[in-house]
């Protein structure tokens, strides 16, 4: 059973249980709640307590949290650990793998792949808590949480860098501050206008290409940085399209897949605080040899 602990400081003395891990260690009101119905779910110096009991300066508080009740159903694929710990992981996902499994993936993903990986090394299988979710065809740095507790610490709070390949020729910097909503008649596509949810993305061009492709076309092309101030569905895709440059290879929002198959986006660095330690991470990984081949061609 994995378990979380905390020592009170001597400013703390005297406060209850509850307002110590709600107030002072951001634990969630569902996992306590959680933790209530479990036989030594909550303890303070090895012995069982009650949420409205006080503590005093220097008290060892655990929480033995129990294991998920419905694990994601492992399969060993193929996975690339980057970094992992008793409360997080970072995975670098490859394209054309889905995250989470869904009705026409449901042992094909990384979730799959992950449950599979922990029952290998000994671990419980958990649920797969992903804290930043990529389309199955984009790669890159992905977060996932081991346990309730440092999920609801890492949501909102990671700061990622994309980077990208779209159509066309782009200088400097901007931003695009646009809202995205439901394109009509679709389930999944999106699309910029009137009444979505406002989507803000900030890039940097880093690099101009010109590329004639087997055809006999000729494409102007631009590496970007990509930092997102909102994180909407499809939004990177959603923006460049709107502006006439679709990135690479997004036949969805009218790109051309004659350089490459998959869209050219791939999250390469990932930034956040250590849910358990406070402590700073910074990952970075390099680009995919699909994308990397794509920024190196030149006419």
Known sequence: ??????????????????????????????????????????????????????????????????????????????????????????????????????????????????????????????????????????????????????????????????????EGTLHGSGTVDAPIRIMEGHGIQREVGEGGIRAVTHWTALRNMTVLAPSGRTYDLTLLEIHLETGRTHQIRVHFSSLGMPLAGDDMYGGSRELITRQALHCGQLNFRHPATGQPMEFQITLPEDMARLTALKE
């Open 1 to 166: 059973m994995p378990q979380l602990t905390f020592t009170v400081p001597a400013e703390n003395d005297g406060i209850s249980v509850y307002n110590f891990l709600r107030a002072k260690c951001g634990v969630s009101y569902r996992l306590i709640k959680k933790l209530k119905r479990v036989p030594m779910g909550l303890t303070a110096n090895g012995a069982h307590i009650r949420t409205i009991d006080p503590l005093h300066g220097g008290d060892i508080v655990a929480l033995n949290i129990p294991e998920d009740d419905n694990p994601t159903l492992p399969n060993a694929l193929p996975i690339d650990i980057v970094y992992e710990d008793e409360h997080i992981a970072v995975i670098n996902k490859s394209f054309g793998m889905p995250v989470h499994p869904a009705r026409e993936h449901v042992t094909d993903t990384l979730a799959n792949a992950f449950s599979a990986h922990l029952i290998a090394n000994g671990e419980p299988n958990a649920a797969f808590r992903v804290i930043n979710r990529l389309d199955r065809d984009t790669s890159g740095l992905v977060l996932t949480a081991k346990n309730s507790h440092a999920a609801s610490l890492l949501h909102g709070h990671t700061d990622k860098i994309y980077y990208a390949v779209c």
